[in-house]
């Protein structure tokens, strides 16, 4: 076991020497690395062929000036990115963000992740992730298309059908994949299936916007029942309020869960009396159209109050589900909703969890779900749209969502293969990153060195 850890720290110590300061890089390369590298000893092929550590290295690192005008007519620049990390098991795939956090190491971190995530699903997709350091809140439509337009510009030069198929992330959903779409058909003069997350009326798919909040409730389900336990009457902390957390709030109370938080940057809602249908549309209402703050909320419903800049995570729950960002669950955090009697812990957002919380969650056997199997449901489902694209065709709703829990259903599997340690406890995390792993080596050993 010493020296497993040893071995384990040699290795992230390596990886962090060539990546200084990627801080978030370094944190998600640790978290596969002491599942990965004691399987890697037992599995002499994976350790000749040096394959974890290439899985390290992005194929391609694209960084390029995003110049755009503002509504007064000033010139703003910002930053643009795109991380082609592994094309073995098919096109890169991964999300777009606009965000002022965004830099390259949350972009390696996040496409690290999707490497697994996306091998996960079972679908012919590689990992990949980019972005930029715009902030479209507050912007304008003509200030967030202007600024579209230019990024796409110079992004198209990379992507492609069957090259690298973008989506949208934190701060790009709907307005603005539109916008980047109809500046790439204009350069390439040809309507095909680059971006995911498109408009119903131009190729996009139903679901596609809910399916990863549904996808983290059915993964959930499919954990609780392997306790035979359900999700009827769970009272649950749901974090951020965007459009996973609004998803993920939807299908609980579809499954007789009872959603009782919702927050944002600017603080937390606590509802005790649970958030229902007719609340959640308030709440889609207020940041979807209004783009307004969540404290709104408490304006409106009686008896619901907003506490100001905290997370949701001192409220007395049976599950919790973080959809807001990377490392808002903190160890602190994570040992109150122990010490409340939190049954689980399901990952809606990119690494959510820190290091010492998800050890604390692991040591007193929570469930616990990580991101790139509980939140594969979303590029789950942008690679169903890519089919249909593909196909020039236009599955229903009933027939997209089932497919959705079929896969989840299938990763599910997939983990329980890799990650049971004994009758009584799941290692979903063992389970996650050793069956994403597995494909993806066996892919890249088959290929060469490439």
Known sequence: MANQSKNVEAFVDKIAQRNPYETEFIQAVREVAETIVPFIEDHPKYKESNVLERICEPERVVMFRVPWVNDQGTIEVNRGYRVQMNSAIGPYKGGLRFHPSVNLSILKFLA????????????????????????????????????????????????????????????????????????????????????????????????????????????????????????????????????????????????????????????????????????????????????????????????????????????????????????????????????????????????PTTDGALHLIKENKLLFSPGKASNAGGVATSGLEMSQNSQRLYWTRDEVDYRLKMIMKSIHENCVEYGRIDDNYIDYVKGANIAGFVKVADAMIAQGVV
Not at 300 to 320: C, M, R, S, Y
Request: net charge negative; glycine share 14%; charged share 25%.
């Open 112 to 351: 690290f992740e999707q490497v697994f995530k996306n091998s996960l699903t079972t679908l012919p997709l590689g990992g990949g992730k980019g972005g930029s350091d715009f902030n479209p809140k507050g912007k304008s439509d003509g200030e967030v298309m202007r600024f579209c337009q230019s990024f796409m510009t110079e992004l198209a030069r990379h992507i492609g059908g069957f090259t690298d198929i973008p989506a949208g992330d934190i701060g790009v959903g709907a307005r603005e994949i539109g916008f980047m779409y109809g500046q790439y058909k204009k350069i390439k003069n040809e309507f095909t299936g680059v971006l995911t997350g498109k408009g119903l009326q131009f190729g996009g798919s139903l679901i596609r916007t809910e399916a990863t909040g549904y996808g983290v409730v059915y993964f959930s389900k499919e954990m609780l029942e392997t306790r035979g336990d359900s999700l009827e009457g769970k009272i649950c902390a749901v974090s951020g309020s965007g459009n996973v957390a609004q998803y993920t709030i939807e299908k609980l109370i579809e499954l007789g869960a009872k959603p009782v938080t919702v927050s944002d940057s600017g603080g937390c809602i606590y509802d005790k009396d649970g958030i229902d249908t007719e609340k959640l549309e308030l709440i889609k209402k207020i940041k979807n159209e209004q783009r307004g703050r969540i404290s709104e909320y408490a304006d409106q419903i009686k008896g619901a109050e907003f506490h100001k800049g905290v997370t949701p995570w001192n409220i007395k729950v049976d599950l919790a589900y973080p959809c807001a960002t990377q490392n808002e669950l903190p160890e602190e955090d994570a040992k109150t909703l122990i010490d409340n009697g939190c049954m689980g812990v399901f990952e809606g957002a990119n690494m």
